[in-house]
């Protein structure tokens, strides 16, 4: 799905049409010579039709009759610069400085945009400030000179230091002749999904190819190698739109992606128990607007928040990226601008949040770079905030558009498209994503979730929690077949808790600590216990100070779940047991072991729940469930468990 592509010169050509008079009556020429001024008028009527090479020949012999008709070289050079030859429009724009320096001083404005393209960005800079220094000049303009000046300024100095980068094409397996880009990728790194341009039978007016947009997908072989891509097929490609600019989830098993007739909406797909694609269903109303365009999907690893951009009403730009929660009715909450820490007045494109669910990169026309869109990264402070984009720096970012960057779980690899081999058109490239802008390295867990006696699969929820602040940093549900996977970030301690209707909640402990890679993911699978009286359930995440039954803070995310868990069946009793290794002798233990369930107890009633619901008891060293001989297995017997004594 090809980006929108700001036209900078918009503004530009609106104010030379209104100067030289091409929608008004004709102003007094400079020229004397009524020859040349009847080939203007000439051209003039030319460029109302579009019809820009008898406009263009007309200014041509128009300054062979006065080589000083300084309105025709300014006219000539903007004929130019709508047809995209930009060395002949700088050429007569420079030539018409020459003749009346300021004659028509946003010929420098004009000027400073050419050399931005080409790039030269002294030339670039000097022509935009003298720009500036006119008087009466529309605030809009300025703003947007100013904005291309600080852009020359970074990018002389960003060219001078350039940031590591060797891309890597994926290879024929992946790219082919034609034009890829736009990749999407799980968090496993084994399904990738681009979006290819292939020409289409008909052919449009003029017998010009036409072109359709579609995805293709590949999976990583057992060496770890893309096999061919192929047509994702129907029922997602359709032979009359454009389908593009996909995101998948971290699983790999749903997509969110752009469908455009005329306007672009958002549509979702889901594999079923077969591994086929499900027929694409729109978003709600409330994020395809009437009369907006919605596109460029992200999905956050967890699945409950989309980013998207929008041309909705109430933006800050053109294009700004918005997002939308997932509620609890499977709907999505209105949408939400991400307000000025993230977009502009201009336009922001291609929103991107990683596996670490906080790493946002864009890309942006709007910010300081290289002078069209350039890609940004910011981190999610808090839920509202981020952090000030920083950009990716030179040759990553060029003085062309750069959009659709995405980046591996590990936080290692950037995945993109270029054209770099002008011949091959587009391809998909990988590169090592420099260490000041990679985000935070992420692993995952992968499982099944059962029925401890059925065996039977089990749809239930996940939260992933720093245990440090107690706030859930990812949230998701498994498929209906019992798989899950859920992505961790590094350098934090977690709680997972894995829960369903009529079952005893599981938990896991991850300590990540320290830990600024994500080399290996984990694999798990969890069997839940069905609420009957004697079921028990380990809490793997409370935690003691050493030798004592004093509760550490990292407590407190388990403590309120299992709260949570007596709320939702008010008429569950529950006997708190505390276990210890065999370190120390028998009494030592059994006490400490019985201060310590009586300190979660008391923190249960404390909190709201009825004293006569919780009973407690000290098991010492007696019932083991780990080797004592071992650490891990010491580990493994320091533990508090709940048991069901009533219901």
């Given at each position: 799905m090809q980006v929108y592509k700001p036209n900078f010169f918009a503004l530009t050509f609106a104010l030379v049409l209104l100067c030289t008079g091409l929608s008004a009556q004709m102003p007094e020429l400079s020229t004397k010579k009524r020859r040349a001024a009847k080939q203007y008028r000439i051209s003039m009527k030319a460029y109302d039709r579009n019809a820009y090479t008898e406009a263009e020949q007309a200014l041509i012999k128009a300054i062979g009759i006065d080589n000083n008709f300084v309105e025709?070289?300014?006219?000539?050079?903007?004929?130019?610069?709508?047809?995209?030859?930009?060395?002949?429009?700088?050429?007569?724009?420079?030539?018409?400085?020459?003749?009346n320096p300021d004659f028509f001083p946003l010929i420098y404005f004009n000027l400073g945009t050419m050399y931005l393209e080409v790039p030269d960005y002294e030339k670039a800079q000097k022509h935009l400030e003298?720009?500036?220094?006119?008087?009466?000049?529309?605030?809009?303009?300025?703003?947007?000179?100013?904005?291309?000046?600080?852009?020359?300024?970074?990018?002389?100095?960003?060219?001078?230091?350039?940031?590591?980068?060797?891309p890597v094409n994926l290879g024929p397996n992946v790219n082919t002749h034609l034009d890829e880009y736009w990749p999407s990728l799980s968090a496993s790194e084994s399904t990738l999904v681009i979006t290819v341009k292939k020409p289409i039978t008909s052919t449009g007016e003029n017998g010009v190819q036409k072109y359709q947009e579609d995805f293709y997908i590949t999976h990583t072989d057992a060496t770890g190698e893309w096999q061919p891509v192929e047509d994702i097929g129907h029922p997602i490609n359709t032979p009359h739109f454009n389908e593009g600019a996909q995101s998948l989830t971290a699983d790999g098993q749903k997509m969110y992606f752009t469908i455009c007739r005329g306007l672009c909406d958002l549509y979702v797909s889901q594999r079923n128990e077969l591994g086929n694609w499900q027929r694409p269903k729109p978003l709600p109303k409330n994020i395809n607007l009437p009369h907006a365009s919605e596109k460029q999907p992200s999905i956050s690893p967890d699945g409950k928040t989309l980013y998207f951009v929008s041309n909705r009403k109430d933006g800050l730009g053109n294009f700004d990226i918005w997002r939308s929660h997932k509620l609890d009715n499977n709907q999505w909450s209105n949408p939400e601008n991400l307000g000025d820490s993230i977009n502009t007045i201009y336009n922001e494109q291609s929103p991107f949040i990683h596996f670490d669910n906080k790493t946002l990169y864009f890309s942006s026309n709007g910010r300081v770079g290289m002078g069209k869109l350039d890609i940004f990264m910011s981190k999610m402070i808090d839920d509202t905030t981020w952090t000030t984009p920083k950009n990716l720096g030179y040759p990553i970012n060029t003085h062309q558009d750069e959009d659709g960057?995405?980046?591996?779980?590990?936080?290692?690899?950037?995945?993109?498209?270029?054209?770099?081999?002008?011949?091959?058109?587009?391809?998909?490239?990988?590169?090592?994503?420099?260490?000041?802008?990679?985000?935070?390295?992420?692993?995952?867990?992968?499982g099944t979730i059962t029925d401890a006696r059925s065996g039977w699969p089990v749809q239930a929820n996940f939260s992933l929690v720093d245990i440090a602040n107690d706030s859930t940093i990812m949230e998701?549900?498994?498929?209906?077949?019992?798989?899950?996977?859920?992505?961790?970030?590094?350098?934090?301690?977690?709680?997972?808790?894995?829960?369903?209707?009529?079952?005893?909640?599981?938990?896991?402990?991850?300590?990540?600590?320290?830990?600024?890679?994500?080399?290996?993911?984990?694999?798990?699978?969890?069997?839940?216990?069905?609420?009957?009286?004697?079921s028990t359930m380990v809490m793997r995440n409370i935690f003691f100070e050493t030798d004592s039954y004093q509760l550490r803070g990292e407590s407190v995310s388990e403590l309120n779940k299992l709260t949570e868990l007596l709320n939702l069946n008010p008429t569950l009793k529950i006997e708190v047991g505390g276990h210890t290794d065999n370190v120390g002798n028998e009494s030592y233990n059994l006490t400490l072991s019985e201060n310590r369930a009586s300190t979660v107890a008391q923190f249960l009633v404390d909190n709201g729940i009825n004293s006569s619901r919780i009973s407690w008891k000290g098991y010492g060293l007696t019932k083991p469930i780990g080797d004592n001989d071992t650490e891990d297995g010491r580990a493994e017997n320091r533990r508090t468990e709940i048991r069901i004594i009533e219901i």
């Open positions: 025709a070289h300014i006219f000539l050079s903007q004929v130019y610069q709508i047809t995209e030859k930009n060395e002949e429009a700088i050429f007569y724009a420079e030539k018409a400085i020459a003749i003298k720009f500036i220094q006119y008087k009466n000049l529309r605030k809009e303009i300025t703003e947007l000179a100013h904005l291309y000046i600080k852009n020359c300024e970074f990018a002389i100095n960003a060219m001078n230091n350039p940031v590591p980068f060797t960057l995405i980046v591996n779980a590990k936080g290692t690899t950037a995945y993109y498209s270029s054209a770099v081999d002008t011949a091959m058109g587009r391809d998909i490239y990988k590169f090592e994503i420099p260490l000041d802008i990679r985000p935070t390295p992420t692993s995952y867990i992968t998701a549900e498994a498929s209906k077949n019992g798989s899950f996977l859920l992505t961790i970030p590094t350098n934090r301690s977690y709680a997972l808790f894995a829960s369903a209707p009529e079952y005893l909640y599981h938990s896991e402990h991850f300590d990540l600590s320290g830990i600024f890679s994500a080399d290996e993911p984990y694999r798990k699978d969890i069997e839940l216990t069905r609420i009957r009286i004697g």
